[in-house]
């Protein structure tokens, strides 16, 4: 690898989520020093911040499973079960489509093995607070964590924050929620505990209960089906997706407001289970996330934004440098999800380009942040395909750097393909 001498790292990744984890693991298999910065005290991303236990995306939706996503997400699910989680993928019985089963403390402690295995520099509790950009490069960040602030110096980045926070400090344009200025609605996932452990969930009954408290409760439950109710594994605790917020902008107002009221309605909803559901009368709230689940934030300007159409249709591109397969799915009304299927073969390409910041060169995106139409985004922001996106950010941003900042899709996808990524 050739590197400046006066820059601390190749690869700078900002965000421990899935698409970091994919980018940081990505970039150091391909020979990079990397840093990864993580403002929380794990890695993990929504699935530990927000308690979402559910890998969605790394299967195509069918009848068998069939693995649209390997490479990193691959090592992290051998992880998983090598510390004695199943890892198996589960047919949803609400959606029809395949899912893998998470338990948060597991996957903090696979993540911590997983990045101290490739000598990834993790920086934990830090977050990365401003960038310096010369023209059309970014030079440094500014990273504050604990022990206040410092400038790192990298030759390439990588913005895996969900939020779209590096681009946005390093000067990057963006949208913020679809082309009107909406966001997709917030959701508090929430796990339950006291529950028989051989309880299966009477969904008729459950969803005559809602039916009655919707009458007159305080917070009417929209998910009128029931919504996502689901045993895990592990704690054996029931994982329920039912308390859904509606954000209209990124301010600390609205997002004080959206944690206290997911709060009032998580002890609300958990408190009618336990009156009215056979089997729950010892249940009690185990946990919320540290934070709310936010769908939607800032959309960063990408030099190419994938579309509905080509999403829908299946699209596959010789510059596909990730596979997705998860339907596109909405939630437009809080509550109110609606899924499309992926036309062609059930998946299709991330072109390189969508990974790419429009006006800096040595900026990728990986995860929720890739360029992506409002449609398109509903199927690219899971997680599954949050690692495959993440991987090839980092193999293209230590790529790279190796290349003397050359740009060659070639050398990114037969580097993928023999991290073992699926194209
Ligand atoms: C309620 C809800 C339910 C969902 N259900 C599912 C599901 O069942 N399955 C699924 O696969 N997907 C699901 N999703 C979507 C999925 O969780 C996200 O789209 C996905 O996590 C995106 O991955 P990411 O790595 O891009 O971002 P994230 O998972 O958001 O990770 C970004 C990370 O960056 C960190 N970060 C942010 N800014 C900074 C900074 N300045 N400095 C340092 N660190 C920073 C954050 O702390 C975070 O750890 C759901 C989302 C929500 C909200």
């Keep these: 690898m050739k590197r400046r001498i006066e820059a601390d790292y190749d690869v700078v990744v900002c965000g421990g989520g ?7 693991i990505g970039a150091a298999k391909a020979g990079a020093r990397v840093c990864l910065a993580e403002k929380y005290g794990f890695l993990g991303g929504a699935a530990t911040t927000s308690q979402v236990l559910a890998y969605c995306g790394l299967f195509q939706q069918g009848k068998e499973p069939v693995q649209a996503v390997g490479g990193v997400a691959q090592e992290v699910v051998e992880e998983l079960r090598a510390l004695g989680l199943d890892g198996k993928p589960y047919r949803s019985e609400t959606t029809g489509n395949w899912i893998v089963l998470l338990d948060p403390e597991v996957l903090k402690f696979a993540f911590d093995r997983l990045v101290t295995r490739y000598g990834i520099d993790v920086v934990l509790h830090t977050r990365v607070a401003a960038a310096t950009r010369t023209g059309r490069r970014l030079e440094a960040v500014t990273l504050a964590g604990m022990d206040g602030r410092r400038h790192v110096v990298a030759e390439a980045f990588v913005d895996a924050s969900g939020d779209a926070n590096l681009a946005m400090l390093g000067g990057e344009t963006y949208r913020v929620g679809d ?22 969930i009477d969904r008729q009954r459950l969803q005559e209960v809602i039916a ?16 996502i109710i689901i045993r895990l594994p592990v704690s054996r605790d029931m994982w329920w997706m039912t308390v859904d917020l509606d954000i209209k902008d990124l301010t600390s107002e609205s997002f004080t407001r959206a944690e206290m009221a997911g709060r009032a309605m998580a002890h609300e909803y958990v408190g009618l289970l336990k009156r009215e559901m056979p089997g729950f009368e010892d249940a009690y709230l185990v946990a919320t996330g540290p934070q709310v689940g936010i769908r939607e934030t800032r959309h960063p300007q990408a030099r190419l934004e994938l579309t509905g159409a080509e ?3 299946g699209r596959q591109s010789k510059e596909g440098i990730a596979r997705a397969a998860w339907p596109v799915e909405l939630h437009g009304e809080a509550g109110r999800p609606i899924y499309t299927s992926i036309g062609g073969d059930g998946y299709f390409h991330v072109p390189y380009d969508a990974i790419r910041a429009a006006s800096l060169d040595n900026l990728w995106y990986g995860g929720r942040v890739i360029g992506a139409d409002p449609e398109a985004y509903g199927s690219i922001r899971v997680m599954g395909t949050a690692f495959a996106t993440g991987q090839a950010a980092g193999v293209a941003a230590a790529d790279s750097v190796d290349g003397n900042q050359r740009i060659d899709i070639e050398s990114v996808r037969s580097r993928l393909v023999e991290q073992g990524a699926i194209l």
Excluded: K
């Design 18 to 24: 899935a698409a970091g984890i994919g980018a940081a």
């Design 179 to 200: 082309y009107e200025g909406r966001l997709q609605a917030l959701t508090l996932p929430i796990r339950i505990g006291g529950i028989a452990p051989d309880l299966r």
């Design 212 to 227: 009655r408290y919707n009458e007159g409760g305080a917070y009417p439950i929209h998910r009128t089906d029931g919504g």
């Design 311 to 313: 999403v829908a249709a």
